[in-house]
């Protein structure tokens, strides 16, 4: 069955230093993997997700992501922190054929003035 | 707009009396699914629907049911809810075949069970 982990609870950065959250997944063969952000009280929202057609991939509000097969890590960068980006972030994969998502336990991301 | 919309968004109730939480998307997805959020836990399947009809098992689907009468509804029923059914419940919608598609989600509800 497909995993994923998502290092760090709780992340905290000062605004506008990088941003680094952190995923690995699961898999034999290369997955479907995403980045959803849930702002207070609302649902996840789609920040990015990769295809295989580019391991860099660009997502909204400045952020991307790089796929590393060898590390079989997807993780999530912001070169300048805003104080907009205070959220939880969520990692999910699916395989191919399979809608199914599987979701990372979540960072809560803290930005400080 | 394109959403998925859910209600109640918030509802405080016993154990014991039946509820059902209610979803509805509007971009004529076949797939749609129902989440648990719990903390330390990121979140869980409870029910999918493929299609009209067809509903199957997420990963914790004990203590719920499900139905797709129609494609645009995916009620979640709690028949005889448990305190440990306290949580955020999510519903999300998506086109099926093809599993690169991003999942809509709603705003969520959160369920109280005393």
């Known amino acids: 069955a497909q995993s994923v982990t998502q290092l760090g609870s709780h992340v905290s950065v000062s605004e506008g230093a990088l941003v680094l959250l952190r995923c690995n997944y699961s898999s034999s063969v290369p997955p479907y993997l995403f980045w959803y952000v849930q702002y207070p009280n609302q649902g996840l929202q789609l920040l990015l997700k990769y295809t295989s057609a580019a391991t860099l991939v660009k997502g909204i509000n400045g952020f991307e992501a790089e796929f590393k097969k060898s590390e079989t890590s997807f993780h999530l960068t912001k070169p300048s922190a805003h104080m907009s980006d205070a959220a939880e972030y969520f990692c999910a994969v699916s395989d191919f054929g399979n809608e199914k998502l599987t979701f990372g336990t979540g960072t809560r991301l803290t930005i400080i003035p | 707009e394109a959403q998925v919309t859910q209600n109640p968004r918030y509802l405080i109730t016993v154990t014991g009396k039946k509820l059902t939480v209610t979803c509805s998307q509007n971009?004529?997805?076949?797939?749609m699914s129902w989440y648990r959020q719990d903390p330390g836990l990121g979140l869980r399947q409870i029910y999918y629907s493929m299609n009209v009809e067809v509903t199957d098992k997420g990963d914790v689907p004990e203590g719920y049911k499900v139905s797709r009468k129609e494609k645009r509804n995916f009620p979640l029923i709690l028949e005889s809810p448990s305190p440990n059914q306290t949580s955020l419940y999510f519903c999300?919608?998506?086109?099926?075949?093809?599993?690169?598609?991003?999942?809509?989600f709603g705003d969520g509800t959160r369920l109280s069970i005393l």
């Open positions: 971009m004529n997805h076949e797939y």
């Open positions: 999300a919608s998506s086109y099926a075949g093809n599993s690169n598609q991003p999942q809509h």
